[in-house]
């Protein structure tokens, strides 16, 4: 009884085999496909295709395996074949991990960024004040924090609100920061402003607005500065990494990604943490990857535990928006923390003993 039992068994290690060696000879002629696809720019998923060919076999089909079964199966090969193209497209990106497994780490005027030691970024939301700017500067510089945050190009929602302060509100972050040896980091929204900024700030911010403003990526791409680039607010990580793609494939290898929440139907935060995108993009990119706590929640309330989910999720850093008198703000009122609040906030998170110094 055993007997024939073995050499079925024999025969179908046999068939495996020969199934095996075809698998993978039909594996090599998709990834070539694959290429081609990649060169032309057309999607990988063909399901005019798969359909065509699902018919096809089943069309051929002797039996006994039912044509559901035919089709199942097949359908399992064409998922796999698809799994392949793509990893392989990951492969190619100058960001992915697959290509540099080493972390890149960004020096912000002697801050390492992406080193393992996190980074914290705080500041006011809009650049208002000098006034507004040492208060801020001078706190952050007693708390120990290099790298202030200041917005003076401002995308608003609505064209009636405040707009900005231009470059007059750069040159005054370059000025005060000096005076407090704080780095800085603004957002810059038009391509023609990027050689400016880099008169005048450390980094350069990409709006979540502006993620898949490819011309402005671009130009992001030829800057000397580093550059923090947001996730747009209804994004996926795929397309978060090709924006940070087309800065690295025009010449600036100094990116850093900035999970920023994402719109949800949920309505008792601005917007929703995406916690699992930090250990999802430091997997498949060696770039920093950071968590602005301020936009994702849109509140104050639940700063501290947001900020040690990022931290102990292996963000590389925390933004958070500080300004002397969040109610009389010009922007983001609601969500800005004033100084004692900050303060309270960077003790937490220093006591969490998830934030490790440079
Ligand atoms: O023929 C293609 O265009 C392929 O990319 C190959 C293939 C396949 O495995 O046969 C893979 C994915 C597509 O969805 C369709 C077909």
Not at 7 to 17: C, K, M, P, S
Not at 215 to 233: H, T
Not at 313 to 328: S, T
């Amino acid at each position: 009884m055993s007997q024939p039992l073995e050499e079925l068994r024999e025969q179908l290690d046999g068939i495996n085999h020969e199934l095996l060696k075809l698998l993978n000879k039909r594996a090599e002629i998709v990834r070539s496909i694959g290429e081609i696809k990649d060169k032309q720019g057309v999607p990988k998923f063909d399901p005019v295709r798969e359909r065509a060919m699902l018919e096809e076999l089943t069309r051929q089909n002797p039996g006994p395996f039912k044509d559901a079964e035919v089709k199942h199966i097949f359908k399992e090969i064409f998922k796999a074949s698809l799994n392949l193209q793509e990893e392989d497209h990951k492969q190619q990106l100058l960001v992915s991990r697959k290509k540099q497994p080493e972390n890149t780490v960004i020096d912000v005027l002697g801050t390492p960024v992406g080193g393992g030691s996190q980074v914290m970024i705080a500041g006011p939301c809009s650049v208002e004040s000098y006034e507004q700017l040492r208060t801020v500067a001078s706190a952050l510089k007693d708390a120990g924090v290099k790298v202030m945050r200041g917005g003076a190009f401002k995308p608003r929602t609505s064209p009636y609100d405040f707009q900005g302060l231009g470059i007059e509100g750069l040159k005054m972050l370059k000025e005060v920061a000096a005076e407090f040896g704080l780095a800085t980091i603004s957002e810059i929204v038009h391509p023609a402003h990027i050689e400016l900024a880099e008169q005048y700030i450390d980094v350069i911010q990409i709006g979540a607005r502006n993620m898949q403003n490819f011309e402005l990526l671009k130009a992001a791409g030829e800057a000397n500065i580093p550059v923090l680039l947001k996730r747009g607010i209804a994004a996926t990580l795929e397309e978060f990494v090709h924006a940070a793609e087309y800065i690295a494939v025009n010449g600036n290898s100094r990116v850093m990604l900035i999970e920023r929440g994402i719109r949800t139907y949920e309505k008792w935060t601005r917007n929703t943490l995406d916690i699992s995108a930090v250990p999802l993009l430091k997997q498949e990119t060696h770039l920093p990857v950071l968590v602005d706590v301020s936009h994702s929640t849109g509140r104050k309330d639940i700063l501290l535990p947001c900020a040690k989910a990022a931290l102990a999720a292996g963000a590389d850093g925390i933004m958070v928006e500080v300004h002397p008198e969040p109610q009389v703000a010009l922007s983001d009122a609601a969500q800005q923390l004033n100084i004692p609040q900050f303060q309270e906030l960077w003790e937490g998170i220093r006591l969490s003993g998830l934030f490790k110094e440079a």
